[in-house]
T-cell receptor
């Protein structure tokens, strides 16, 4: 599996604003996943987008995937203080077997101020 | 449905000791993966087990080992602890270990003094 690089490293916004974070990767993928981690806790799976999909929605989350640019973005609309967390992307390579292995970048630290 | 359960939540050990961490996956999940998370190195994959067999392994020394039981519960062991082993150890389970939608536990915070 390959590592995604999240950008920006940190994002600070006010409650109610939208938050956008980006992920870039290097080689072709089967799918790309986004996870959230609250401080000191485990990761929570947010959404998975496959290589043949361009956009996917889940509640206040919208994920886009541009395979030509090898990039993805995660948009959180109407942010809440509870969205404060680190966000990680995990691209999965096409082909091969990487059982149980996701390679994470350093993540984007999102802080939502009440 | 109960989530992934890791025990203990916190652990303090001294250098040279060994430690065993436990992970109970979601019922029906046969794949269990382990990750180490540190501020400097981030999240790093340790190994993955499926039906009691290790199918994948990360770049960690042999001091790090694991196993999986017939009920899919898994343990990881670190022998001869070093200060650098201080980390949050996360376990994740999935139905088949095909990298889609991992369910993580809350982790075990290990401090080595």
């Amino acid at each position: 599996s390959q590592q995604g690089e999240e950008d920006p490293q940190a994002l600070s916004i006010q409650e109610g604003e939208n938050a956008t974070m980006n992920c870039s990767y290097k080689t072709s993928i089967n799918n790309l996943q986004w996870y959230r981690q609250n401080s000191g806790r485990g990761l929570v799976h947010l959404i998975l987008i496959r290589s043949n999909e361009r956009e996917k929605h889940s509640g206040r989350l919208r994920v886009t995937l541009d395979t030509s640019k090898k990039s993805s973005s995660l948009l959180i609309t109407a942010s809440r203080a509870a969205d404060t967390a680190s966000y990680f992307c995990a691209p999965t390579n096409a082909g091969g077997t990487s059982y149980g292995k996701l390679t994470f970048g350093q993540g984007t630290i999102l802080t939502v101020h009440p | 449905k109960a989530g992934v359960t890791q025990t203990p939540r916190y652990l303090i050990k001294t250098r040279g000791q060994q430690v065993t961490l436990s992970c109970s996956p979601i019922s029906g999940h046969r794949s269990v993966s382990w990750y180490q998370q540190t501020p400097g190195q981030g999240l790093q994959f340790l190994f993955e087990y499926f039906s009691e067999t290790q199918r994948n392994k990360g770049n960690f020394p042999g001091r790090f080992s694991g196993r999986q039981f017939s009920n899919s519960r898994s343990e990881m062991n670190v022998s001869t602890l070093e200060l650098g082993d201080s980390a949050l150890y996360l376990c994740a389970s999935s139905l088949a270990g095909n990298n889609e939608k991992l369910f993580f536990g809350s982790g075990t915070q290990l401090s080595v003094l």
